[in-house]
């Protein structure tokens, strides 16, 4: 009877072991899939998806103790949010401060984003300048809307804090210097 019992008992142990190894393997697939996510996430400096967050979050700067980005991580920054063409719809929700969305709202007419009415041709990022004490770096992106000449060029200005996702903060359509 006892052989009974432990064959019964094993034949539960093996099902239930079965059962279990199943969520377990899913759960190692979850874990990878998010691993990797979180590798492609350290090699671009940007928020991943999900985590949302007011402008004075994504480093308005004054008052910022700890590591902040630097000139050549909001340069690759603006470089992957703008792009050949302009943000994607994903970049415009993910990838921009409540407050700069806020304004671009009141302008429906107009993509503040781009400080145009079309989709440009081309899209060039300047050399960025960053004031470590004021948390904030900034970059021209220059707008080519045809052959030659035809250029727009306008700032966008990027939080430096780095315990926060990098997001753009803030446009302005005048050319730097100008």
Not at 104 to 130: H, M
Not at 153 to 164: E, P
Request: glycine share 12%.
């Amino acid at each position: 009877m006892s052989h009974t019992s432990h064959t019964a008992h094993a034949s539960r142990a093996s099902r239930t072991s079965h059962r279990t190894r199943r969520p377990a393997l899913l759960a190692a697939t979850c874990v990878t899939a998010v691993g990797l996510g979180l590798g492609l996430a350290a090699a671009v400096p940007v928020a991943a998806a999900g985590q949302s967050g007011s402008g004075s979050e994504a480093g308005s700067g004054s008052g910022t103790t700890g590591r902040q980005y630097d000139a050549k991580e909001v340069r690759h920054f603006l470089k992957g949010f703008y792009g050949n063409h302009g943000p994607s719809a994903w970049e415009r929700e993910h990838l921009v401060t409540e407050e700069l969305k806020e304004k671009a709202a009141q302008t429906p007419e107009y993509d503040l984003l781009l400080c145009a009415q079309n989709t440009p041709k081309a899209i060039d990022i300047g050399p960025v300048t960053t004031a470590q004490s004021a948390g904030v770096g900034w970059a021209p992106v220059t707008t080519h809307w045809g052959k030659g000449q035809d250029t727009q060029v306008f700032t966008a200005y990027v939080g430096l804090d780095a315990s926060k996702p990098m997001k753009l903060m803030d446009i302005s359509c005048e050319a730097p210097n100008g």
